[in-house]
């Protein structure tokens, strides 16, 4: 950020008077530009024993396999966020909404929020930023070609809850390291 | 936001292609400035069967109690925020830190999130942005004196939750109207 959104100035870079941390000032309107995490929310389908699934039609991680989320928009509830990004790239509907995963990715200053619920009526097909969507049972899901590790994990925590029928929110950390993915669970 | 803080020029609002929401575009530098939603991470840190609250020292609602809470910063995790805001406005350690509540605040784009745990040693002295800080039992609780609805449910799912002695995630939207403020829970 370079230029005051209020006034058009160029902003300086300092520690505004009792904060912490360096942020974007305008020392001509003095306005100070915060920038803060985003919310990715989404879902995860499930229709019988399979979870739909969406082929990303668009970077990063084009032609990869994913979940439908996306980013969180003003003045929407998380669910809200999260059965609009169903709808927008799958197609679907979501039934039974349940707040299933937090994620936070610091490094990339992102929070997932996952909700698990049933597709309705097993409909489903690609939207504008989707390639394709399957109905895929555990056995066909494509591990080595899914798009993000946030989705990877998500994963394997609800395929373990579903294998004994008990689901609890998970609050998980990834931290990135050079050589790879580090994750976190909090009690 | 009037200008681009990429390169200082006046911005358009226009649905940008592909895209379904006006946005504060820029035709100069063809930057597009999105706004979304905030997260509001905190803590109900408690020691033994007391709470602990602040009483604000800022606008909004100056002098009136709260839990510990603030803006989550970028390259942060959601329970590192909830902990650092206990830190600064309560200088106090929050110990077995768990997810407690989401709740989704769409009339002004946040979305809070609070652990519940444990306050290290009991220890606890008001912070830059607290009047005071004050560890209080159920029957102390200054209802009439709190600073936001969202601080109030909290408390009451909480308290509630404690004397079943059975925590779960509550997952809540409130949604605000003309003559007050409604609560949904989620499943």
Redesign the interface.
């Known amino acids: 950020?370079?230029?005051?959104?209020?006034?058009?100035a160029?902003?300086s870079i300092r520690i505004p008077k009792?904060d912490?941390?360096p942020r974007s000032v305008c020392d001509q309107c003095n306005t100070i530009?915060?920038?803060?995490?985003?919310?990715v929310a989404g879902c995860i389908p499930t229709w019988n024993d399979k979870i739909l699934f969406c082929k990303r039609a668009i970077e990063p991680r084009w032609g990869l396999w994913t979940l439908p989320a996306g980013?969180?928009?003003?003045?929407?509830?998380?669910?809200?966020a999260a059965a609009r990004e169903t709808r927008?790239e799958a197609n679907a509907i979501i039934e039974?909404?349940?707040?299933y995963s937090?994620f936070?990715l610091?490094?990339i200053?992102q929070?997932y929020?996952m909700y698990r619920g049933q597709l309705k009526d097993g409909l489903a097909s690609p939207g504008?930023e989707s390639l394709e969507v399957a109905l895929l049972n555990e056995d066909a899901i494509p591990w080595d070609r899914l798009a993000f590790p946030v989705i990877e994990k998500t994963l394997r925590l609800f395929l373990e809850d579903r294998r004994q029928n008990q689901y609890?929110?998970h609050?998980v950390?990834i931290l990135k390291h050079p050589d790879g993915f580090e994750f976190e669970e909090?009690?």
């Open positions: 950020m370079n230029y005051c959104g209020e006034c058009g160029r902003l009792g912490h941390l530009h915060y920038q803060n995490p985003k919310i980013f969180m928009e003003n003045k929407e509830t998380t669910a809200e927008e039974n909404m349940a707040l937090v936070s610091p490094h200053s929070v929020m504008e609890r929110v609050n950390t909090l009690p």
